[in-house]
C-alpha cells in the first residue's frame, strides 16, 4: 500500500508539508557534517600513513594489527593480520579498525534518526512527509542490519579499552619515561573519555545494564548502575556529536606531528 505523499487517504494539497519555517536546514547540516566525516576517513584510510609518532597513535589505525604497519612500533598488540592485496593495492590496517565504529554508529538510535532524515529522507522532518512510495522499516535487508547494533556496541568496548591504553602510553616520552603531559597525551585522554561517554549513554547500554529484570531490589548494583547510564542516556545525541568530532580531530592532530608539520609540544612533567 502507498504511503506518505502517494497515499490515497492524503488530502487532496499539491503541497507537501504547509510548514514554513525552513525545516531543511537541520537535515541539510547533518548531511553536510556527516557526509565530510565520511569524506575524511575514507581519505585517511587510503593515504595509509601518519598514523604513529611516538607515542601517539590515530584512532583510525588502533590497533594496527596488520603487518603493513611495518616495524613503526604503532602494533602494540602484535600483527596477527598478514598484508592483504585487493586488485593489487595494500589494503590499509584502518580497514580492520573502521568498520566496528561505522557498524556502531551507522546502527546507533539517534544516528539512524539523523541520516534517516538527511540522506533517506524518511521522513526529512516532522509534519513533513516522505517521497517513497513504499516502507518496510527495518524488517528487510539492507535495514534489518539494523538489528546488529548490540554486537557493535560490544565489539566498540574493546576498541574503546584498546584506546584508553593508547592514552596511558601517551604519557610516555619517545624514549620510553613515564610521566611527560603533552598536548598530545591530553588529546588522546579527551578522545578517550568521549568515546566511552557516547558508549556508556548507548540505548543498548542501557538495556544490558538494567534489562530483563523483573525486580531492581534484587539488583542493587545493577539499579545504581542502570540510573547513572539512564543519566548519561538524556545526553546521548550530545556525546554522539561530540565524540564524532573529538575522533576526527584526534587524528587530525596525529596525522599533523606525523608528518612533521606539528610539534607535539610538552606541558609539564611529573
Known amino acids: 500500500m502507498a504511503t506518505g505523499v502517494f497515499s490515497s487517504r492524503r488530502a487532496s494539497i499539491k ?11 537541520q537535515p541539510a547540516f547533518t548531511f ?10 575514507t581519505f585517511r584510510a587510503f593515504e595509509n600513513k601518519y598514523y604513529w609518532a611516538e607515542p601517539l597513535i590515530s584512532p583510525f589505525y588502533s590497533p594496527c594489527l596488520s603487518t603493513a604497519c611495518g616495524d613503526t612500533g604503532a602494533s602494540h598488540f602484535g600483527q596477527p593480520i598478514g598484508e592483504i592485496f585487493i586488485g593489487g593495492m595494500l589494503l590499509s590496517p584502518a580497514f580492520f579498525i573502521l568498520v566496528i565504529p561505522l557498524g556502531f554508529r551507522l546502527t546507533c538510535y539517534y544516528y539512524r534518526k539523523a541520516y534517516y532524515r538527511s540522506f533517506w529522507m524518511s521522513p526529512p522532518a516532522c509534519a513533513v512527509a516522505e517521497p517513497h512510495k513504499k516502507y518496510t522499516g527495518e ?43 603533552t598536548v598530545g597525551s591530553l588529546v588522546l585522554t579527551a578522545n578517550a573519555t568521549l568515546l566511552w561517554l557516547y558508549s556508556l549513554s548507548c540505548h543498548t547500554c542501557r538495556h544490558t545494564i538494567g534489562g530483563r529484570l523483573k525486580n531492581f ?28 568530532f573529538g575522533v576526527a580531530l584526534t587524528d587530525f592532530y596525529v596525522r599533523q606531528v606525523a608528518a612533521g608539520k606539528l610539534e607535539n609540544l610538552p606541558i609539564f612533567t611529573f
Open 139 to 181: 524488517t528487510r535487508a539492507p535495514l534489518i542490519l539494523q538489528n546488529g547494533h548490540r554486537w557493535f556496541f560490544y565489539l566498540g568496548l574493546i576498541l574503546n579499552v584498546i584506546l584508553t591504553y593508547d592514552a596511558v602510553i601517551a604519557f610516555k616520552s619517545p624514549e620510553g619515561e613515564w610521566g611527560h603531559v
Open 217 to 244: 531490589s534484587e539488583h542493587p548494583a545493577r539499579y545504581k548502575a542502570w540510573t547513572i547510564v539512564s543519566k548519561l542516556n538524556s545526553r546521548h545525541p550530545l556525546f554522539a556529536w561530540i565524540s564524532l
Open 15 to 25: 503541497e507537501r508539508t504547509l510548514r514554513t519555517d525552513k525545516w531543511w536546514l
Open 32 to 41: 553536510g557534517v556527516l557526509f565530510t566525516f565520511v569524506i575524511y576517513s
